[in-house]
């Protein structure tokens, strides 16, 4: 069968919820064989961006903050959204307007670490660009590597951000991930890149 072959036809697409943090989608679609499948869930969201930082003195910068689809207070890497396109005619989430190019996605990771720690760094890698989510969304994640960060300024966090910064060894970081502490897949896949 031909990749062309593989590809699902979309019959029916209905918005269940569509404002500016998701566009959450009920689809009927035809498979390959004439059949119909449905419902079928899918969503769109703010691409975001993950930034593996560390210090002059090597020490990896995290964040601890709450994440409420498990219900539980973790480690991680500073990371947020990147801004989706507003236009006159869609000013909300749409599949297309969520997926940013790789500077706005830079830009926004530069931001992020900025706001969310205070540090700030010269010396920035492009890791990799991969869906989010490939079975259920269409927003991408952008990953990043900032060396030799150094702190300049307090935290500037958004109303709804509570967090506190932690400088971790690479020891401790392991810790935290191979201990169940370090929970964003995402996160782990970023520092499983940076070490290559």
Known sequence: MSEENLRWKLVKEEHLKQDKWIDFRQNIYELPNGTDIGPVYNFSKHSFSVVVAT???????????YRHGIDEVTTEFPAGGIEYKETENHPYITARNTIATE??????????????????????????????????ASNNVHIYAAKDCRKVTAQHLDDSEFLNVVLLTEDELKEHIFGGDFKQAHHVLAWYLSKE
Do not use: F
């Open 55 to 65: 210090d002059e003195d090597g020490k990896y910068i995290c964040v601890k903050q």
């Open 103 to 136: 500077e706005e996605a830079l830009e926004a990771a530069k931001r992020e670490l900025a706001e969310e720690t205070g540090y700030v760094s010269d010396n920035w890698r492009h890791l990799l660009t991969i869906p989010a989510n490939a079975t259920l």
